[in-house]
């Protein structure tokens, strides 16, 4: 006869305290959470908060001491500014047009690199490299090539006879032609990642599927129009959220290239709100302005992200 | 209907023979089935002649009319998926009735043509779902579905059961065969199963290695296989193949039974069997042993039906015994058929 076994130990006590942690998914998942968590309380909850708090009080750069509460006064002021109102139809202007172009351009991209050809590799580099690049230095590329002396698209162009001498285009100093070329350079930045979200949509359509629309006899339209637009849908509207979200925040393509001007023609929410708040020091008002995109900015995320849902096919 | 021929048809990856040749030559409504292992060039033989694959060398004819060069919508084809390939964001009717709105049939006359496709196989009921509210069973009727509304001169069937659970195959082969039978389309339909093929096929074409094994009934390429491959291919379990001194031997398990079980002693060659294993399986028991005195060395297989009340005992010697002309012979190197060469001692 064998001794009765002893009584089963602990594994976790064994392993000593480490392995204690290692076993317990309740804890092990909590602290491998908590960094992330402290990340964005610390660098986007509290900025938030604090914005909120500023938006209503009268604080400036020069604020010493707690400043006092104001009410609604920064978000009234600012709704009676013109170039606030202006700002906000630029915004979404801006975004909107952005988007729309990056989507189009996407798709085509993402359905051309879908196909084998020679050289493939070399074309998915060209198109993500804008994305490797640095923003703020792609966009001073890009504000060098605007050059009212410098542009190497003017002297390209005069080159080739298609620009007089005295009728170059001043890209970033006339109003139309400034919003087209900060559109143009948020569309060159925007446009990798949307390629690569839609890629990955289309690659996720299974062959069979293609193919069974091939031998159903549909035409190159109808396969996309009713197979492989509605497939990649959802994947879409992610890079549509995404980009939206991008160009509706961000100022520094803008600030870079034309910091609103000129006339306030390419003023967004995004550089009125630093400009107010920093460069200006009223951080209350600044706060108000940035503040007001919040609610809308959320719809948005809830309404597209419910679509998506409803969409989603399995 | 149409009749379809394949001629010296090539297909080639990289370095990689998937098709190497083939002759083939399809009847109206004829339902032929490509049998093989995986890899044998089989999918990619129906693919061709979907064209869904562009071959690297020889012709395609459909109906009389080489179809080289055209795309799969100008071959009047229908082809069933392994997976369905049933479009997910359409209702069951979008899905049946989307050959119809690709090939601009007048709308009017869509609704009906559906609903008699769907009524063929049984799915009105489904038609407002979506097809993940199927069960596998159901989405394979839908793209059956699919197939069948257009019309079409020709059938592709890629492994069209082979998602669904053992039962339901085969009520569904059952269901097939005989819609088959019903609308006599030409057939091809391409499976690594060998009973889904003796059960489908008019005929059968066993591949291997991207060529074509032997072409023939399910009764031919079973009783009178042409090399080694199909021999060992078709049957469960497969030809007893016993390798001698200056040919290669076979004969079924299911033929070699003991002396005093067969009807007629006439044209029987007797041969000691000795059992090692003995497996009972319900419907038959399966015997494992070796031919005691001819070929010691080589394992032989013997299924024998439940109808057969004697008992056997592992270790011991039986006297079993074969049709004279249920044994086959094959060449030692090339693995072809040859004439029979005895090894027995006749009595």
Same mark, same amino acid.
């Given at each position: ?25 309740? $804890?092990? =998942? ?27 009080? #009268?604080?400036?750069? =020069?604020?010493? =001491? ?23 139809? #630029? ?7 952005? %988007? ?8 085509? &991209?993402? !359905?051309? &690199? ?6 493939? $590799? ?19 590329? $890009?504000?060098? %090539? ?44 925007? !446009? ?9 949509? &289309? ?36 890079? &549509?959220?995404?980009? !939206? ?11 870079? !290239? ?32 940035? *503040?007001?995109? *919040? ?20 | ?124 009921? @489904? ?51 005989? @819609? ?168």
């Amino acid at each position: 006869m064998k001794p009765a076994a002893s009584p089963p130990t602990d594994p976790a006590r064994r392993a000593g305290s480490g392995g204690a942690l290692a076993d317990n998914e309740k $804890w092990l =998942g909590r602290v491998m959470m908590a960094p992330a968590i402290l990340y964005i309380a610390a660098l986007v909850g509290l900025p938030l908060l604090l914005a909120l708090y500023y938006s209503v009080s #009268n604080v400036t750069v =020069g604020s010493a =001491g707690w400043p006092s509460y104001v009410g609604l006064s920064n978000f009234r002021h600012a709704f009676g500014n013109p170039t606030f109102i202006r700002a906000v139809w #630029n915004t979404i202007f801006f975004a909107v047009v952005s %988007m729309a172009i990056v989507m189009v351009l996407g798709t085509i &991209l993402a !359905l051309s &690199l879908l196909k084998d050809f020679r050289g493939k $590799w070399f074309v998915r580099l060209l198109i993500l490299l804008p994305w490797v690049a640095p923003i703020s230095l792609g966009t001073i590329g $890009w504000l060098w %090539m605007f050059d009212s002396v410098y542009s190497v698209i003017n002297w390209t162009a005069q080159y080739f006879g298609i620009f007089g001498k005295r009728t170059w285009p001043v890209w970033l100093g006339q109003p139309t032609l400034a919003m087209a070329s900060v559109i143009t350079v948020q569309v060159w930045r925007l !446009l990798p990642l949307a390629t690569v979200i839609l890629l990955g949509g &289309l690659s996720s359509i299974p062959k069979d599927i293609q193919e069974a629309a091939l031998v159903d006899g549909a035409s190159v339209l109808r396969r996309y129009v009713q197979i492989t637009e509605p497939l990649m849908r959802p994947i879409a509207l992610v890079a &549509l959220l995404f980009g !939206l979200i991008f160009s509706f925040t961000d100022m520094i393509v803008i600030y870079v !290239l034309t910091r609103g001007g000129p006339f306030d023609t390419t003023q967004v929410l995004a550089t009125l709100a630093f400009f107010t708040g920093i460069d200006g020091g009223d951080l209350g008002g600044g706060a108000a302005i940035a *503040l007001f995109l *919040l609610p809308v900015l959320a719809a948005c995320v809830i309404l597209i992200l419910r679509f998506a849902r409803k969409t989603e096919v399995t | 209907m149409a009749t379809v021929t394949v001629r010296q048809l090539e297909k080639r990856f990289g370095d990689v023979h998937a098709v190497d040749g083939i002759d083939l030559s399809i009847q109206e409504g004829e339902f032929l089935v490509l049998l093989g292992p995986s890899g044998c060039g089989k999918t990619t033989l129906l693919r061709m002649i979907a064209g869904l694959e562009r071959q690297t060398r020889g012709d395609i004819l459909i109906g009389g009319q080489v179809v080289n060069d055209l795309p799969p919508r100008a071959r009047k084809i229908a082809m069933v998926f392994q997976s369905y390939a049933l479009y997910p964001h359409m209702s069951v009717y979008d899905n049946i009735a989307f050959p119809l709105k690709a090939q601009g049939v007048e709308k009017r006359s869509i609704p009906e043509r559906v609903e008699r496709a769907a009524a063929m196989f049984g799915i009105e009921r @489904f038609l407002k779902r979506k097809p993940r509210e199927l069960s596998g069973g159901e989405r394979q009727r839908v793209a059956l579905a699919r197939a069948v509304v257009r019309e079409p001169s020709l059938f592709l069937l890629d492994e069209p059961l082979s998602n669904l659970d053992a039962k339901l195959r085969t009520l569904a082969r059952d269901e097939l065969k005989q @819609f088959q039978r019903r609308i006599g389309t030409t057939t091809i339909y391409v499976t690594h199963d060998q009973i889904e093929a003796m059960g489908l096929g008019d005929r059968i074409v066993v591949m291997s290695g991207g060529k074509v094994r032997q072409v023939g009934s399910p009764q031919e390429v079973y009783d009178e296989p042409e090399d080694t491959f199909v021999a060992g291919f078709l049957g469960s379990p497969p030809m007893n193949l016993l390798r001698g001194d200056n040919c290669t031997v076979g004969f079924r398990p299911e033929r070699f039974l003991p002396l005093l079980a067969h009807e007629s002693q006439e044209g029987l060659v007797p041969l000691w069997f000795r059992i090692d294993r003995v497996e009972d399986l319900g419907s038959a028991r399966l015997l494992y042993g070796s031919l005691h005195d001819t070929f010691p060395n080589e394992k032989v297989i013997v299924s024998v039906p439940f109808t057969v009340h004697m008992d056997f005992t592992p270790g011991e010697v039986y006297e079993f015994a074969v049709k004279e002309k249920e044994i086959k012979f094959f060449d030692k190197e090339t693995g072809r058929r040859t004439e029979p060469r005895p090894f027995w001692v006749r009595r």
